[in-house]
């Protein structure tokens, strides 16, 4: 392992003032011998129990591995994150949650597992050590997150993940978006990995999400495949329906046509006639939204965007 490579490790933290002191010691404990060159970076979003203070004492303590982050309200885990890549200075990003249900003891494998050559790889947490209700819709939001943007990893919202540093640094983080980081880099053309995790019960405090992570997650899950995939050629994804739906309705009204023609009336066919109307109309109202998007893309496309899409430059 390269010992001289510098480690940062992002710590979101919503009121886990319990948790913290342990964390540190935990990952102190690994890393001893192993990496000197190490920041933990503990991001308080937001927190009203006492997270800020243990935060701080940490700093005093161990000022050379300590960097804390005060957000000024719980802006949420995605945003902790964003904060945290942007003043991580480590060439290889660690991120893991601060409920102590990530395992420090892991923290070498995902570094193993990057230098095989990954950009990402993401923690499977093996034995969940979850609510049941949450264990199983995971698994459904899994095989749809997979199935969907291709990316074969089966945890995707794990939040113990390892990163090279330029992975992350103009990533576009807000809302509850850190669910689908491995779909957005994964768009981008990054190598993704997966490496199974040792998942521990949360001992102090409480689950910062309840139910509306479902619904939240859902729309999440259109936005990023709108944003990732069609975003940049909007013309495709509703040119596309439209056209399909424009000539299904052309080759009913042509089966109508064909009736009058040979009939001499179309037997009673009025709904058809209705349906194949409406189905040309929709379609071409779909294809017209689609060139309007195209326009909108053309004008907001920022010109420092193709930095996100470049490996490596030589001159
Ligand atoms: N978290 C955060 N801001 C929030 C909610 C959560 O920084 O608004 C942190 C939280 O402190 C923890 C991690 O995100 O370190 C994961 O949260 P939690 O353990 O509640 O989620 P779960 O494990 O139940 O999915
Ligand atoms: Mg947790």
New binding site residues.
């Given amino acids: 392992m390269e010992k001289d490579k510098k480690i940062s490790i992002i710590?979101?933290?919503?009121?886990?003032a319990e948790?913290l002191k342990t964390l540190f010691e935990e990952i102190k404990e690994v890393l001893k011998g192993v990496i000197d060159d190490y920041e933990v970076i503990i991001?308080n979003?937001?927190?009203n129990d006492g997270t800020q203070a243990v935060i701080e004492e940490l700093f005093e303590k161990f000022p050379d591995h300590i960097i804390g982050i005060e957000q000024r309200r719980?802006?949420?885990?995605a945003?902790?994150l964003k904060a945290g890549f942007e003043e991580a200075r480590g060439e290889i990003i660690i991120t893991?949650?601060?409920?102590l249900?990530d395992d420090p003891k892991e923290i070498l494998n995902f570094i193993k597992k990057l230098e095989e050559g990954y950009d990402l790889v993401s923690g499977w947490k093996q034995n969940r050590r979850?609510s049941f209700i949450?264990n199983k819709t995971s698994r459904i939001y899994n095989f749809f997150t997979c199935y969907f943007s291709g990316i074969k990893l089966h945890d995707f919202?794990c939040?113990f993940k390892a990163y090279r540093a330029e992975a992350v640094k103009n990533l576009d983080l807000y809302g509850q978006m850190h669910r689908y980081i491995p779909v957005m880099l994964g768009s981008q053309g990054y190598h993704i990995g997966e490496i199974p995790v040792n998942h521990r019960k949360?001992q102090y405090?409480?689950?910062?999400?309840g139910p509306s992570?479902f619904i939240i997650g859902f729309l999440d899950l259109l936005t990023v495949m709108v944003l990732t995939k069609y975003f940049k050629r909007p013309a495709h994804f509703f040119g596309g329906i439209g056209s399909l739906s424009s000539l299904a309705g052309f080759l009913i009204l042509l089966y109508i046509a064909s009736l009058r023609l040979t009939l001499g009336n179309i037997g009673g066919r009025l709904p058809l006639l209705v349906f194949g109307i409406l189905l040309v109309m929709v379609g071409v109202q779909l294809v017209s939204l689609g060139i309007i998007g195209e326009m909108l893309v053309k004008n907001t496309n920022s010109s420092k965007e193709y930095l996100t899409k470049i490996k490596k430059i030589v001159k």
């Fill in positions: 710590v979101p933290a919503y009121n886990e948790s991001i979003d937001g927190s719980n802006f949420g885990k945003d902790g893991m949650d601060a409920d249900q979850d949450k919202n939040g949360r405090g409480k689950t910062k999400y992570r």
